[in-house]
């Protein structure tokens, strides 16, 4: 089976850095996506590691270690409207188009 | 257009209603979902289409119906509801199933209440 552990909720200030961590049990792995969702909003793709290291896009960067089965989520210079909910996901194993979510990561961003 | 629309954005049934939920992309995607999202909760995997054939039922109750006409479109039909069903419906798209399901683009939700 699948399953991923993260954070379910996490605080900091404005102009922070914030890390979100994800760790998941697969019986295969084929990369870790992350989601952003704002209250009541629609989730909204972020980024994909498929390989050990670093992807940075902007203020966000994703992490990955295959060998110890897990990532994180890196957000700098934190600013309000990053207050949401983060969620990482990998692709069901053998199972095409199944992509896995955890359970969310509830970041608030304070003044 | 990277945009997945959906309609209606509100709706309000009774448990012996009919009625269904639409999904439009515009992006050539060839995969399209369809995801159940409780409060404070993760998007739950429904239904996935893979060049128009339905590829996974995530053992839905028959009251929900996927269809989907052409490659652009997915429908949700929904008959005889019970209340646990209250949820956002959510749709998604992505340029394939498989390998490129990372990346999914999602509508903005369907906020169903069945009374």
């Known amino acids: 089976g699948q399953s991923l552990e993260q954070p379910s909720e996490v605080t900091a200030v404005e102009g922070a850095i914030v890390q979100i961590n994800c760790t998941y049990q697969t019986s295969g792995f084929y990369g870790l996506s992350w989601y952003q969702q704002h209250d009541g909003g629609a989730p909204t793709f972020l980024s994909y590691n498929a390989l050990d290291g670093l992807e940075e896009t902007g203020r966000f960067s994703s992490f990955l270690s295959r060998s110890d089965s897990y990532g994180y989520l890196l957000l700098q210079e934190l600013q309000m409207k990053d207050s949401a909910s983060y969620f990482c996901a990998v692709r069901g194993d053998n199972q095409g188009g199944k992509l896995i979510f955890g359970q969310g990561t509830e970041l608030s961003v304070k003044p | 257009d990277t945009e997945v629309t959906q309609t209606p954005k509100h709706l309000v049934m009774g448990m012996t209603n009919k009625k269904s939920l639409k999904c439009e992309q515009h992006?050539?995607?060839?995969?399209m979902y369809w995801y159940k999202q409780k409060a404070k909760k993760p998007p739950e995997l429904m239904f996935v289409y893979s060049y128009e054939k339905l590829s996974i039922n995530e053992s839905v109750p028959s009251r929900f119906s996927p269809e989907c006409p052409n490659s652009s479109l997915l429908n949700l039909h929904l008959h005889a509801l019970q209340p646990e069903d209250s949820a956002l419906y959510l749709c998604?798209?992505?340029?394939?199933?498989?390998?490129?399901?990372?990346?999914?683009?999602f509508g903005p939700g369907t906020r169903l209440t069945v009374t």
């Open positions: 992006m050539g995607h060839r995969a």
């Open positions: 998604a798209s992505s340029q394939g199933a498989e390998v490129l399901t990372y990346e999914q683009y």
